[in-house]
T-cell receptor, first 115, second 116 residues
Framework: DSGVTQTPKHLITATGQRVTLRCSPR?????VYWYQQSLDQGLQFLIQYYNGEERAKGNILERFSAQQFPDLHSELNLSSLELGDSALYFC????FGGGSQETQYFGPGTRLLVL | AQKITQTQPGMFVQEKEAVTLDCTYDTSDPSYGLFWYKQPSSGEMIFLIY??????QNATEGRYSLNFQKARKSANLVISASQLGDSAMYFC?????????????FGSGTKLNVKP
């Protein structure tokens, strides 16, 4: 158990809908990262937050947004969902969010299926 | 150019034997970290081992060791005495210390199957 929690574990929804994925980082970690893992794209970095502020952006679609709250939990919002958004969404956390030594610890993931 | 390359999409190993999973990386940053993660069929990503670019010795964690060859830019994972539970996808990752220091680069993974 990495100490990172994600809810829900599974999510089934329809095209055009909006969902929210939630992540709580490990105790003491200030940085949260979101990743998308699909079969054809591998593990794709979406976005990072550090202590409530956006720190880095990866291949995140405009239909997707995220935020980190004062208690450091984070939410990833996916809207106007398409079939291709079906994937495993990971949240990871690290202590600070920078530097080559920082290990990221991953949550169990949320498996999203868009029908 | 790919930051992390894993050239073995799939590997088989006999139980109790050692196996090496290859990883090469590309960076001009003198400060970087290399990581290996395991992803079993259940889906979670499990951190296994870390190697820093300035570390003089190869990292070891139990049955996992990292064969770090800096000049060749390779960071191969060695699993000794393979167990059935080692069957999983294995990902090599890199984090640079200065340039784009917030980004984690992942390889495409190697699927390891341990045969009884």
């Amino acid at each position: 158990d990495s100490g990172v929690t994600q809810t829900p574990k599974h999510l089934i929804t329809a095209t055009g809908q909006r969902v929210t994925l939630r992540c709580s980082p490990r105790s003491g970690d200030l940085s949260v990262y979101w990743y998308q893992q699909s079969l054809d794209q591998g593990l794709q970095f979406l976005i990072q937050y550090y202590n409530g502020e956006e720190r880095a952006k990866g291949n995140i679609l405009e239909r997707f947004s995220a935020q980190q709250f004062p208690d450091l939990h984070s939410e990833l919002n996916l809207s106007s969902l398409e079939l291709g958004d079906s994937a495993l969404y990971f949240c990871a956390s690290s202590v600070f969010g920078g530097g080559s030594q920082e290990t990221q610890y991953f949550g169990p993931g949320t498996r999203l299926l868009v029908l | 150019a790919q930051k992390i390359t894993q050239t073995q999409p799939g590997m088989f190993v006999q139980e109790k034997e050692a196996v090496t999973l290859d990883c090469t990386y590309d960076t001009s940053d003198p400060s970087y970290g290399l990581f290996w993660y395991k992803q079993p069929s259940s889906g979670e990503m499990i951190f296994l081992i870390y190697q820093g670019s300035y570390d003089q010795q190869n990292a070891t964690e139990g049955r996992y060791s990292l064969n770090f060859q800096k000049a060749r830019k390779s960071a191969n994972l060695v699993i000794s005495a393979s167990q059935l539970g080692d069957s999983a996808m294995y990902f090599c990752a890199m984090r640079e210390g200065r340039r784009d220091f917030n980004k984690f680069y992942f390889g495409s993974g190697t699927k390891l199957n341990v045969k009884p």
